[in-house]
């Protein structure tokens, strides 16, 4: 997708019509609008989010949709619309989604807009030149460019310093949804509540047809599975509480760093917490490890008496000169002639008997693929005690490494209440303007206690899960014996087994896919942040769907601080990586039908406020080449210096708001490539804003 064209009509601070063209090529894809404060630089991005979706949420609920100076124009009672057109390309399509309301001046100060006078139309043309106009441009829209994916492609400053903090309720959600919608993974899970429902349907349909037995049995299903969603919502929300809590706990650590006296203190907390985390990755993947070891290899200990029996057994066959031999060809030809069994049943030529026994000829093993088949096996029984000695000695190796890592930790644990007890001791000395540090610190001890909690709260329900899943697989076994044998039970059961079956398929495809794309995204944010910082910063994108950011100190990465510039640097990196992955996957021939992607621009206010002068400069550079089409909103200061310097090879388009006012402190002019253009200008008889082309 790619953004042509926007035409404003009276919308918000743009007088009449404005219209403004987008640089679409693929070298030169930034399009830059120039605007000092108050010129319309959010409104401009308003106009996206309400042309496309309707969305008013951004718009200061004091303040009108429609140019205020209209008023001046319109006699009482005058009608007048406010509307919003957007051109774009998508997939060889050119669309053109016009949005409108009306307005009405009631009073010589008063607008009100009309109830109910929203229009939404979106035509096209395709390939072959024919023009179409959607029936439903709402969903067209959606399915272009998702709806819950609007405020990631088209965001203002503010937007990038909230998106790292974890505080905001349901912020886990917006980043796995982020991820999911992106990749329209959300087709896999519609189908999953899909086939669950058909499901509930079949088995409910299958107790119908069986006795009052089964009608009961899959009422206790049905009643155990809403326990399970009960639980899996309260494990969701024990979820999010730890992250908040967790964060709240690194605000508090940040405010400690700040008091001097603590600040070393406060580091070396970190240091142990990071090696902590480390020590308890480790630790889990040892565990997995061993269990691995243990399923596959479960028998090795416990078949010693099995196997020496074994060879008993074949040595005195040896011994005996029974093997190596097969049955004898003549034993099975003298059965034959003789028209007997051993058994004394009669086998007459021609009979089914006789040509069973006549093809025991034709299967009969020679007595060297006899030999062969034996030598394996002892050839196998004798790597037993190598294979049974290496188990012990990896499993040992295994004991050793998790004994280790524990006692790791336990130090660790114990470091951490020293640092605590020396920070209260040192804190009751500390005063002035700082924060009380001994509150503080208390303060921390009492959200780690209920991180713990709620962290044995989580295994609580996870345990419970677990048990009612066995229990549901019981009923199940249960309710297949109690259906009956009537036909219309019997099909109802198939359908069931059928879509269950599919159901659980789709569970674990989506899992694998939003693993897959998680990693993915949190490859890509660090190739990016590697690149504009030079590996001083990385990131993450956690199991609960946290975006982290680390920082370099001393040869650790230690997490930074919600409020910082480099925070904002992987936000809007890790917008990057969106755009990045779903072009790469929309582009790629491999493309999976589950992870379609797709090519969407990126709409920024003010991007590189809060950006240092060494991180500002390279994130212009390394965006154009990550998406399709940028389009910068900023001011002259944001768009200054290097930013602009590394920025303008990209640059196809631009554009200059120039905000006209009654009684301005100043006018304000731009020099843009060796001319002047009006920032701010003295109006005549009303304010607004006037878009002009860079040439």
Not at 290 to 298: A, E, G, V, W
Request: proline share 3%.
């Amino acid at each position: 997708m790619k953004i042509s064209k926007i035409k404003l009509v009276n919308f918000r601070q743009y007088d009449g019509e404005q219209t403004i063209t987008f640089a679409t090529e693929n070298k030169s894809n930034v399009t830059v609008i120039h605007g000092s404060n108050g010129a319309g630089k959010t409104a401009l991005l308003n106009a996206f989010k309400w042309g496309f979706y309707g969305d008013r949420d951004s718009i200061p609920n004091d303040e009108p949709l429609c140019f205020r100076g209209i008023i001046k124009d319109k006699d009482i009672g005058d009608c007048f619309s406010v509307k919003v057109e957007i051109e774009f390309e998508h997939e060889a399509n050119s669309f053109l989604l016009e949005r409108s309301t009306m307005f009405k001046k009631v009073s010589e100060v008063l607008m009100d807009e009309i109830p109910n006078s929203t229009s939404l139309t979106l035509s096209y043309t395709d390939e072959t030149g024919r023009n179409h106009i959607s029936k439903n441009p709402k969903d067209q829209i959606r399915q272009i460019l998702p709806e819950d994916m609007h405020p990631y492609f088209f965001f203002n400053g503010e937007d990038i310093n909230r998106l790292g903090d974890t505080t905001k309720k349901g912020y886990n959600d917006k980043i796995q949804n982020a991820i999911k919608n992106l990749m329209e993974l959300t087709i896999v899970e519609r189908g999953i509540n899909h086939l669950e429902t058909v499901s509930r349907g079949f088995r409910r349909e299958m107790a119908s047809y069986a006795s009052d037995e089964a009608k009961v049995i899959e009422q206790k299903i049905t009643n155990l599975e809403e326990n399970i969603q009960d639980e899996v919502s309260r494990r969701k929300d024990l979820s999010l509480e730890v992250g908040a809590l967790e964060n709240e706990m690194e605000i508090i650590g940040d405010k400690i760093k700040k008091i001097g006296p603590l600040s070393q203190l406060e580091t070396s907390r970190e240091e142990c917490e990071t090696n902590i985390r480390t020590a308890e990755k480790q630790l889990e993947s040892l565990e997995n490890k061993c269990k691995k070891l243990i399923q596959d290899y479960s028998a090795l200990p416990f078949i010693r008496e099995a196997i020496d029996q074994v060879q008993s057994i074949v040595e005195d066959k040896r011994k005996k000169k029974d093997l190596p031999i097969g049955i004898r060809e003549n034993f099975i030809n003298d059965i034959l002639l003789d028209g007997i069994c051993i058994c004394g049943r009669e086998i007459k030529e021609g009979s089914a008997e006789y040509e069973v026994v006549k093809k025991l000829l034709e299967k009969q093993a020679t007595p060297t693929e006899i030999e062969s088949t034996v030598n394996s096996l002892m050839g196998h029984f004798s790597a037993y005690d190598n294979h049974n000695s290496h188990l012990r000695e990896v499993l040992g190796d295994i004991l050793s490494q998790e004994c280790n890592l524990k006692n790791q930790i336990k130090d660790y644990n114990e470091k951490l209440s020293e640092i605590s007890a020396e920070i209260k001791r040192l804190g009751k000395n500390l005063g002035g303007e700082t924060e009380d540090p001994v509150m503080l610190e208390a303060r921390r001890e009492t959200i780690r206690n209920n991180i713990k909690g709620n962290e044995r709260a989580i295994g609580g329900v996870n345990q419970r899960i677990e048990q009612t899943e066995k229990l549901i697989s019981k009923l199940k076994i249960e309710l297949k014996k109690a259906k009956g044998n009537e036909s219309k039970t019997i099909l109802a059961e198939t359908r069931y087994e059928a879509v269950a079956e599919a159901a659980n398929t789709l569970k674990e495809l989506n899992k694998i896919l939003i693993e897959k794309v998680k990693v993915n995204v949190s490859d890509e944010i660090n190739n990016i942040l590697h690149e504009v910082t030079n590996g001083y910063i990385k990131a993450e994108v956690t199991d609960r769907f946290e975006l982290k950011t680390f920082r370099m100190d001393n040869g650790q990465f230690i997490p930074i601080a919600k409020s910082t510039g480099q925070n904002q640097v992987t936000s809007l990196a890790f917008i990057s990586s969106l755009a990045k992955i779903a072009k790469d996957t929309y582009n790629s021939p491999n493309a999976s039908s589950f992870m379609r992607g797709g090519e969407f621009p990126l709409v920024m206010d003010s991007p590189f406020g809060s950006l240092d002068e060494n991180y500002g400069p390279k994130i212009a550079e390394v965006i154009p080449q990550l998406t399709s089409q940028v389009i910068v909103i900023a001011s002259e200061k944001q768009l200054s210096g290097d930013v602009e310097n590394f920025l303008r090879p990209y640059i196809g388009k631009e554009h200059v708001l120039t905000r006209f006012e009654d009684n301005p402190k100043n006018e304000l002019t731009a020099n843009i490539l060796g001319t002047q253009y009006d920032l701010i200008k003295k109006a005549e008889d009303k304010q607004y804003t006037k878009v002009t082309e860079v040439l």
